[in-house]
């Protein structure tokens, strides 16, 4: 027999449908009406497979961001995982013991209503839930009273709730911050001490290393390079590395190149915040600095849907079990976790107390000019969970 768990009003008539009316009463097993309008039911293996044939909406993480985002907050440990043998080791989540609840706002083609957050919202804080993580936004910054991510979290701050909210990816580029309310807490990403490098060797031996994670051994094989290359907002490296690629693709008749797997190499410069992390000022309010704090959010190793291509590309058929990601919504968990952490030393600490003691306990982050951002790329710093517990 097989138990399922379903959480809208038209699954009660898929269920009518596999299993008839003169059943339905006997299959049903529990009723959950507290926030959410779902029950549990029991089916035989020909009614499962009927059942999994009717195409509907469900809660199954189909792209994989679910469930990375979540297990990097309250993961349980695991030994001996990695991607394809990149960063090979023991994965956990910032607080373990945590228990975790999952509420869906996004559909199918990746849109997340403002109804749907908003009664996301509400769901959580009638569960009593403790600290509420949300890694999605919008490319603008919009006013409170029109944010429903704002509306929301204020309510769950009047009930002792603190949301971590993401920053977006629209950096470098200033004033490109979405997350700009005050009770937000609005997290920056910055880099991790690992550097993942890839090298492109051309079939003069010139080699060109890069970035990037790449799990595919060559095997010695050598592929063509496409003559029509467009390259830009490049920095000087890679102009360079540009000119030597392409001065051997015009004097070379059939030109090819090796791509290696990914290296793993220790990256002194660290932390330092990723160029993609949006930047403030706070473009609503001028006197609220935005964003508060930065977290680790580049080459994350974090568990994975074995629904979704690891590579994010439909032709992908591989299955992971985890997977390396990057982005302001790989940096919003870490900063869930510290919270879930301070919490447990001091449970009665207000949400604003909180917040307090983890921005005035950070560390500093490196290159923090580069761009002229300053703390309008970083914040307060780079979290530091072990003083937070004592500011």
């Known amino acids: 027999m097989w138990r399922c768990i379903f959480c809208n009003l038209s699954s009660s008539q898929h269920v009518e449908q596999v299993i008839g009316d003169s059943e339905i009463e006997n299959r049903l097993v529990q009723s959950y009406k507290r926030s959410f309008n779902g029950f549990a039911a029991i089916f035989n293996d020909q009614q499962k497979e009927k059942l999994l044939d009717m195409k509907e909406e469900n809660a199954r993480d189909e792209t994989g961001h679910r469930t990375h985002t979540t297990s990097i907050a309250g993961g349980r440990e695991v030994q001996d995982v990695s991607f394809y043998d990149l960063t090979k080791g023991t994965a956990r989540g910032g607080v373990p013991s945590s228990r975790i609840a999952v509420y869906k706002l996004c559909g199918a083609d990746g849109t997340c209503s403002g109804s749907n957050t908003l009664a996301a919202f509400d769901d959580a804080i009638a569960d009593g839930v403790d600290i509420i993580t949300i890694s999605i936004g919008g490319s603008n910054a919009l006013e409170f009273l029109k944010y429903p991510i704002a509306i929301g979290s204020f ?101 090819v190149a090796e791509i290696l797997k990914s290296e793993i190499f220790h990256d002194t410069t660290a932390p330092r915040i990723a160029s993609f992390s949006s930047r403030g000022p706070n473009s609503i309010v001028l006197d609220i600095m935005k964003p508060d704090i930065s977290a680790p959010g580049v080459d994350i190793l974090a568990a994975f849907s074995p629904l979704a291509p690891p590579s994010g590309h439909v032709t992908d058929t591989r299955k992971a079990s985890y997977n390396i990601l990057s982005g302001t919504s790989m940096a919003c968990p870490h900063i869930t976790g510290i919270i879930a952490y301070v919490k447990s030393f001091h449970p009665n600490w207000s949400p604003t107390t909180i917040k307090s003691a983890i921005m005035t306990t950070t560390k500093p982050v490196n290159d923090t000019y580069n761009d002229l951002a300053g703390e309008f790329s970083y914040g307060s710093g780079n979290a530091n969970p072990q003083l937070a517990v004592n500011p």
Not at 186 to 195: E, N
């Open 155 to 255: 309510h769950a701050m009047e009930k002792g709730i603190l949301t971590s909210h993401s920053t977006e990816n629209s950096g470098p580029r200033p004033r490109s911050i979405a997350s700009v309310t005050p009770w937000l807490f609005s997290v920056a990403t910055s880099t991790i001490d690992l550097q993942f490098i890839d090298k492109l060797i051309l079939g003069n031996e010139n080699t060109i290393i890069g970035k990037s994670v790449n799990t595919f051994p060559s095997n010695g094989t050598k592929i063509p390079i496409a003559h029509d290359t467009c390259f830009y907002n490049f920095g000087q490296k890679m102009v360079k590395d540009y000119l030597i690629a392409q001065s051997y693709i015009k004097y070379t008749k059939f030109p």
